[in-house]
């Protein structure tokens, strides 16, 4: 499913076309989204100008004049840019239409979204209780190390929990562990903090690779020209399973833990 980095490379396409621009018209063609689009979307944003386009946690945010549209790509979604005169195909379900292209959304299995929220935007129950954004600041070693404190949960359920750090979905999370050597099996509280430092830089750098190769294509995942993501060719654990490491030679490992898969090195990552 899309994570943090496609929506990040989502949000980096679709801004320079539509920032500044006006929107003319919402067309909702199927609105039986994860949670239905607001039958009055249309009346509440069109005519107004997009502000900017931001993204947080792996929400993507079209900030108005008066509030903001708050999308979700869920597991299989899009959002492409398109001209006027293209056609939608059957799981296209709405076009955000604006004075020279569309922001079309694509979702085969339909667990996206499209809500609003006046302003502030961060009070939609969505966003109120998201944590820190794990590419900036706010997210350091002392935040990690006091969400751990005393945790006796996998380190691996901890960090894609979006209460503690946003964004750290299975992926990025299999190969942030990797990176720093962490079983994630390991209870979050019995991890150092000088080995929660290094899963700092270790989530920071992943996830910022990742942007610059556009993402992870694993299964229906493209960019918003409609080109996939290409950071698969670089993970080193994730949809490996068997595999040899390719660090030690020893074959990795896969369990499940919080009904996702979990795929590491037993010797490389303790």
Known sequence: MPELPEVETTCAGIAPHITGQLLRKVEVRDGRLRWPIPEDLNEIVAGQTLVKVT??????????????????????GSMRIVTADEPPAYHDH????F?????????????????????PLEEHALLADLGPEPLTDDF??????????????PIKTLIMDSKKVVGVGNIYANEALFMAGIN???????????????????????????IKQGGTTLRNFVDSEGNPGYFK??????????????????????????????????????
């Not at 020279?100 to 809500?115: A, E, K």
């Not at 099996?185 to 990742?210: F, T």
């Open 140 to 153: 350091n070693v002392d935040v990690l190390h006091t969400a751990c404190k005393g945790k006796k949960q």
């Open 55 to 76: 993204r947080r946690g792996k929400y993507v945010l079209m900030h108005f004049q008066t509030g903001g549209l708050i999308g979700h790509l869920g597991m299989t």
């Open 184 to 210: 994630p099996n390991r209870q979050a509280g019995r991890v150092s903090r000088k080995r929660l430092a290094v899963l700092v830089e270790a989530i920071k750098q992943v996830l910022a690779d990742a």
């Open 233 to 270: 060719q670089q993970l080193q654990v994730y949809g490996r399973t068997g595999k040899p490491c390719r660090h030690c030679g020893e074959a990795l490992i896969e369990v499940r833990l919080g009904q996702r898969s979990t795929v590491y090195c037993r010797h490389c990552q303790r």
């Open 99 to 119: 004075d020279d292209c569309l922001v079309r959304y694509r979702d085969p299995r339909r667990f996206g979204s499209l809500l609003w929220q006046d302003y």
């Open 94 to 97: 709405f076009d955000l239409c």
